[in-house]
């Protein structure tokens, strides 16, 4: 069709092109352009920019169709510029899904120069979020105009993706198929393993998958072979995430480099085998490893790679590479010298078999190794294990060591110090911040005390002020709006909804009704703190606001010095206050009487007040009388529970726990509940508290009480394979009363807990008891040696927990611990899984502590025939008890 | 997120070639500042490095953390490094892609065979046949090392041939300042050879750990890192030990591990963390941040140093004063500005937080830099800054002493100084009672508080 001349058909045809967009007719607008040259075109662009306005604004009845499809073609037509017209084809509210139609913009853009549709191709490949879909389009242009390909990253990842459209759908195109028949393919294949972003096209697995494709074109001749190693092996050295690296390996494995092209990256495989991904590393390793059997890596070289593949932690590179040292040594005993010295990289590594299998190499060829080579071996040798130490010493003739042949005391963390609890805030809005703090949640106990301190002197000092800063805070809170749920929801809520005056008096005594019936063992601890709160509140809610609490600590781990409670207690008698009975309970609970004087007794019943004869009785009866807790093993009843049914068919260890007449007795509900006698087989409550580190701080001295309420729950998630909570045992371990056979037990479970950081956790508080000289070996011994049996502890878990216990020095405790497990295992005809791995560790701390005797059992085990690792070990661990 | 675009242009792509004596290290330049003001294509160092392979190690660790992103690993990170001449050191830099993790080398005098270097800060070109190249690096081959263009070389007529555009957002550049600032709280925890370095290095674990509880490192005699799993007093933060990688390319080579951080109380949050990789006449030091899904330009470092009301005034003043050095002393500078010590450690605070300032933790010393990118722009539109100056500018903030009450939002928030430290009744202080800095409301108090804005009339005291 030719261009209109006239200018009456000038301004026909380009009211036909409008109309067409109008109608949304795309194809239509490619007719109708080819009747308008470059002026005409241009003329258009105003109206153009017009209409995609009223479409953009939406105005109904004006267009049909696809006007929007229409509005990109026309404008392909009529942008005279490059850089307006990629912005118009890619712009948001012009395009819809998918590709740009690559005919209708060909035909709209028929009549532009070469120069031109390169440079729109160009541009278009520079806009990382549309080159990809785009890229038919790109292709096209430069097919028509010939330009150069552009460089960017885009291009070349919309190529790949490309490639594989529609593969499933047509079984008789592969992808070999298309990739031959590409013009591009060999000048993008090189640059393709350079771009990020097309591992998972590559990665593809199947007939028509790259990896498979690449090396087949290069066996053809269509791929230069040459350069495609070269790149692949570049890819490899630059390094990225293993995924990404996994397609590359794969076609390296499949192009098979020969010895020659071997030979010409000797330098990359030696790069690759120190510092790749592990898998690229064993390949580098293996043709690093051919390199030298045919002489073509020299010794010096092959010394450097050693170096630092030895430095590795994967063991089967390691032993790999001490083989490869082992032939390359026996080849040419001049190399030894040379080879030799790097084995001391070895010694240090934490795998004992590898440090053995590099000291026996030492051993057999140092008969050719030079003084230097000596030298540096005895200097290496300081970080040996003593055994192989002392089997290196006898070779090298090193001499004794000092402190290598005695016992090595046991490293151990400090004993936990309780920190003083700190002053509390006196001004009301920074009273305000920190119970904003508190209500925002996981704060610790002291935070709690202290906050709490703060808010009840405030109170009695400014109500007025104190409100008129809690209020903003509390406004937050959904439940400010719901008195009727501030007893169930909040702590120290309670004593701010009264303080503020969201709750008063009627609201209080609802609250508490619908709590009174549900006195059962459930959240026990956690209604200790309700209760405190609701003293609080009442006080205040009354008009009596209290001067202070009895009961606030005056340590971080929640115990109160005498003193500090005669103290309190005599301000109260001046005031004429009667103490609250559950603080006044709870101080007694916290108090410390382990340190008490004469003086102290004689300063409580001084006070003449009934609170202080009682204070007085309390202390020199020495605090609460202990109470029975006692272990049984059996069947828990089955809840119904489709995940505990099988777990409930096997018997477990719990504890429980006699009645406290003392709490039952004098001591107000709230408290008076923790007396209650608790049986975790029969009664189906595991849960007393939320966080144990509150519950510890309630009944500082009897953690054994407290332990029993939480086995039944810990001890079920390790059952299970659950996660526990971290800070519970530390709590545990750190509470200031004396731990006992309850707290050993869950500590048993913890130790074989299923998460890296719950043991991580029971290594704490291991190493906490230890320091504390409160760890009973014998009891936890016994309970894991039980554990195990059942199958409840896994003995791959324990070994990990207890070796990074030991390896942070503390040899000696995790020795007198394994000392009891071990008999039981050694005795027993099953076959333990993971049993040398826990022998290991125990034969690291025997090397290091150097005990009397050895577990019974242990020779004969050791004289059992086989090299299993168990058995190697077992023999290790008699050696470094007989030496 | 916002962000602007910075192009690099450099004259030529930095390679590594072979040299009449050795390999030649020919690093290119672009942009960045010098005594002279801003630079096209400086020329700061030419000279053989004393430690070739141990040198490229921790150039390729430097540029594999620019290259990373740690958090949400599917898109690479998009800076080249950035090299700053002390006059006796080269100091390389780049920031990881989250926000993360900075890493630098100190080339110092040692490594550098005593020569001397010019003094500015630039960009340097890292691209992939130049990583090749220094990953092959031999044994025993020599290294002759020069940043910036050669001026022997005839460059060619058409000017930059090699261009790169790359994004610049604000919380990047934000997050490379405070990381000084940070670190200029870090004592040293623990030192280890080279063979508890390689066995603490190796037993960490590389996959990713997704944003994983941070783990405590206490050191225990016999260089020992033990692992805990609560913070003690004396004990490092290790939040995503993967994150540690990027110094195992160079652990072979690494004479010793020095491990810094503040100090915390126990059961603190998780803090940040230093590692430094001793290497023969030269030091690689990782900062990593106090969680991976955390980036440090949300830790605020650069808000606290607003409590200070002269800071600014002094910051300028000190800025003019500085002079590239690789160690500033502080009271050789208070002498010379006419301000006091803790004026001028303020002042320096400020200059970190905009890049101004780099600080040494193995020296335990400031040094000059300028961070070649719009700094200022980052800091300006800090968002909690903005949202501050918004609050302020609206008159929602009260003065009553030393309580401050804002109102944002229809709720009343109370801001409350004590000892000199602030808190708030907001959730935000609540969850981290100040461990990222003060909150909005706290910044809006002491905006008004310094006079930048008036406060609501009535109760201004």
């Given amino acids: 069709m030719k261009t209109a001349t006239t200018p009456g058909g000038r301004e026909f045809a380009r009211e036909r092109l409008l109309a067409a967009v109008r109608e949304g007719k795309p194809h239509e607008v490619v007719v109708r352009l080819r009747m308008l040259d470059d002026a005409d075109r241009r003329a258009c662009l105003p109206v153009l920019k017009q209409l995609r306005e009223n479409l953009r604004q939406g105005r109904p009845g004006e267009f049909r169709g696809q006007p929007r499809l229409a509005l990109v073609v026309a404008g392909a037509g009529c942008q005279t510029g490059a850089a307006a017209l990629v912005s118009w084809l890619l712009a948001r509210d012009l395009r819809g899904f ?786 | 997120m916002t962000t602007s675009a910075m192009t690099l242009a450099y004259q030529r792509a930095s390679a590594l070639e072979p040299g009449p004596r050795g390999g030649l290290l020919g690093l290119q330049t672009a942009g960045g500042a010098g005594p002279r003001g801003a630079l096209g294509n400086p020329q700061f160092f030419s000279g053989f490095l004393a430690q070739p392979r141990p040198a490229a190690a921790g150039l390729l660790a430097v540029a594999d953390v620019a290259a990373a992103r740690y958090y949400q690993p599917e898109r690479r990170g998009l800076l080249d490094p950035v090299v700053t001449g002390n006059g006796d050191r080269l100091r390389f830099e780049s920031f990881s892609g989250c926000c993360g993790v900075h890493a630098r080398l100190d080339v110092l005098t040692e490594g550098l065979e005593g020569r001397e270097t010019e003094h500015g800060t630039t960009n340097v070109d890292i691209n992939n046949p130049l990583r090749e190249a220094l990953s092959l690096l031999g044994p025993d081959d020599p290294l002759h090392l020069r940043v910036g263009p050669d001026e022997m070389a005839v460059t060619t007529a058409a000017g930059p041939v090699v261009e790169k555009k790359v994004p610049l957002p604000d919380r990047w550049v934000r997050g490379f300042g405070e990381t000084q600032v940070l670190a200029a709280a870090f004592d040293l925890r623990a030192e280890l050879n080279a063979a508890q370095a390689a066995r603490f290095l190796r037993s960490l674990p590389t996959g990713s750990s997704r944003g994983g509880t941070a783990r405590w490192l206490l050191p225990a005699p016999g260089g020992v890192l033990r692992a805990t799993a609560r913070a003690v007093p004396g004990a490092v933060c290790l939040a995503g030990p993967e994150r540690l990688g990027a110094l195992r390319r160079a652990l072979r080579h690494a004479t010793g591990l020095r491990v810094y951080g503040p100090a915390v109380r126990a059961g603190s949050d998780p803090v940040a963390s230093a590692w430094e990789l001793t290497l023969p006449g030269m030091r690689l030091t990782l900062t990593l941040s106090p969680a991976v899904a955390r980036g440090f330009s949300g830790e605020g470092a650069v808000l606290e140093s607003l409590a200070v009301e002269t800071a600014a005034e002094d910051a300028e003043l000190l800025g003019v004063l500085l002079a590239w050095e690789p160690r500033v002393e502080v009271a050789e500078l208070a002498e010379r500005s006419g301000l006091d010590a803790a004026r001028v450690r303020a002042g320096l605070t400020m200059l970190g937080t905009s890049g101004r300032i780099g600080y040494d933790v193995a020296e335990a010393a400031y040094y000059h830099r300028e961070l070649p990118y719009d700094t200022g722009r980052a800091e300006r539109s800090n968002p909690r800054l903005r949202d501050a100056r918004e609050l302020a500018a609206a008159g929602s903030v009260t003065l009553q002493g030393a309580t401050g009450r804002v109102d944002s939002g229809g709720t009343v928030y109370q801001v409350h100084e004590r000892d000199g430290a602030l808190s708030c009744t907001c959730p935000w202080w609540g969850k981290y009672r100040g461990g990222r800095g003060p909150c909005k409301h706290a910044l809006a108090v002491r905006l008004v508080r310094r006079g930048e804005f008036a406060a609501v009339a009535g109760g201004t005291r």
């Fill in chain 1, 98 to 883: 998918g590709p740009l139609p690559v005919d209708w913009i060909l035909g709209a853009m028929g009549h532009r120069d070469p120069q031109w549709l390169t440079d729109v191709a160009h541009r278009l490949a520079g806009h990382s979020a549309t080159a990809v879909e785009n890229h038919d389009l790109i292709r096209a242009l430069l097919d028509r105009s010939g330009g150069p390909l552009p460089d960017g990253d885009e291009f070349v990842r919309g190529w790949v993706v490309s490639q594989a459209v529609g593969l499933r759908m047509r079984p008789d195109d592969s992808l070999v198929d298309r990739l031959r028949a590409d013009p591009l393919t060999r000048a993008l294949v090189p640059r393709l393993v350079a771009v990020s972003g097309v591992s998972r096209e590559l990665a593809w697995t199947g007939s028509d998958s790259w990896t498979l494709a690449l090396p087949a074109l290069a066996g053809e001749g269509v791929l230069d072979r040459a350069e495609l190693l070269g790149a692949l092996i570049g890819a490899l050295v630059r390094g990225g995430r293993p995924a990404a690296l996994r397609p590359f390996l794969e076609m390296l494995r499949r192009l098979a480099p020969s010895d020659r092209e071997s030979k010409e990256h000797l330098a990359a495989w030696a790069a690759l085998a120190a510092d790749g991904p592990s898998t690229v590393a064993a390949y580098a390793q293996e043709k690093a490893g051919e390199l030298a059997a045919t002489g073509d890596l020299d010794a010096a070289r092959l010394a450097d790679v050693s170096a630092a593949v030895l430095c590795r932690n994967e063991k089967k590179l390691v032993r790999t590479q001490l083989g490869l040292l082992d032939r390359a040594m026996r080849r040419n005993r001049a190399d030894v010298p040379l080879l030799l010295p790097v084995m001391g990289t070895v010694f240090g590594h934490e795998d004992e078999a590898l440090a053995e299998r590099a000291v026996k190499l030492v051993v057999k060829q140092l008969k050719h190794a030079d003084p230097a080579c000596r030298e540096e071996l005895a200097a290496a040798a300081v970080v040996l294990a003593p055994a192989l130490r002392a089997r290196l010493a006898e070779v090298l003739e090193l001499p004794d060591a000092v402190d290598g042949e005695g016992a090595e005391a046991d490293l151990l963390p400090p004993p936990p110090a309780p920190e003083p609890l700190g002053a509390p805030a006196t001004d009301p809005a920074g009273i305000a911040a920190e119970v904003a703090a508190l209500m925002a949640g996981g704060r610790s106990v002291a935070d709690f005390e202290r906050a709490v301190d703060a808010l009840v002197r405030a109170a009695h000092q400014d109500r007025e002020a104190l409100a008129a800063a809690l209020t903003p805070v509390l406004r937050r809170q959904w439940w400010a709006e719901h008195p009727e749920y501030v007893l169930r929801h909040t702590r120290i809520g309670i004593a701010v909804a009264a303080v503020t005056g969201h709750v008063g008096a009627a609201e209080m005594r609802l609250a508490e009704q619908n709590e009174r019936h549900n006195a059962s063992l459930y959240a026990s601890v956690d209604k200790v703190y309700t209760a405190r709160m609701c003293e609080i509140a009442w006080a205040v809610i009354d008009g009596l606001p209290l001067p202070f609490l009895l009961a606030t600590p005056d340590w971080s781990d929640g115990t109160l010095e005498p003193a500090t409670l005669i103290d309190r207690l005599a301000a109260y008698a001046t005031a004429g206050r009667t103490p609250a009975p559950v603080d006044f309970g709870q101080a007694l609970l916290r108090v410390r009487t382990d340190t008490i004087t004469q003086q102290d007794l004689t300063a409580a019943l001084a006070l003449r007040t009934a609170e202080g004869v009682r204070l007085a009785e309390w202390l020199a009866r020495g605090g609460l009388p202990g109470r029975s807790a006692e272990r049984r093993t059996g069947r828990i009843a089955s809840r119904g529970h489709y995940w505990a049914a099988r777990r409930d068919e096997a018997p477990v260890t719990r504890f429980t726990l006699g009645a406290s007449t003392e709490l039952r007795r004098h001591f107000p509900p709230a408290l008076a509940v923790l007396g209650h006698s608790y049986d975790p087989f029969t009664s189906g409550i595991f849960w007393h508290t939320g966080r144990i580190e509150y519950a510890c701080a309630v009944l500082p001295y009897t953690p054994e009480t407290v332990a029993v309420w939480r086995l039944a729950g810990l001890a079920r998630d390790v059952e299970t394979d659950g996660r526990l909570s971290l800070g519970e045992l530390r709590a545990l371990a750190e509470a200031p009363g004396s731990v006992g056979p309850v707290v050993h037990l869950m500590l048993a479970h913890a130790l074989g807990a299923r998460h890296a950081e719950d043991r991580l956790g029971a290594a704490d508080a291991l190493l906490v008891l230890a320091a504390r000289g409160v760890l009973d070996p014998e009891t936890l011994g016994a309970d894991l040696a039980d554990l195990i049996a059942r199958g409840t502890v896994k003995i791959t878990r324990l070994t990990d927990t207890l070796g990074n216990a030991a390896r942070t020095g503390a040899w000696g405790t995790v020795w007198s611990v394994l000392a009891v497990v071990l008999p039981q295992l050694l005795a027993s005809e099953q076959q333990w899984t993971g049993l040398g791995g826990l022998l290991t560790v125990a034969a690291d701390c025997a090397e290091r502590c150097r005990p009397a005797a050895g577990p019974r059992g242990l020779d004969a085990y050791a004289d059992r025939s086989g090299g299993s690792q168990a058995v190697r070990q077992a023999r290790r661990l008699r050696a470094a008890l007989g030496g």
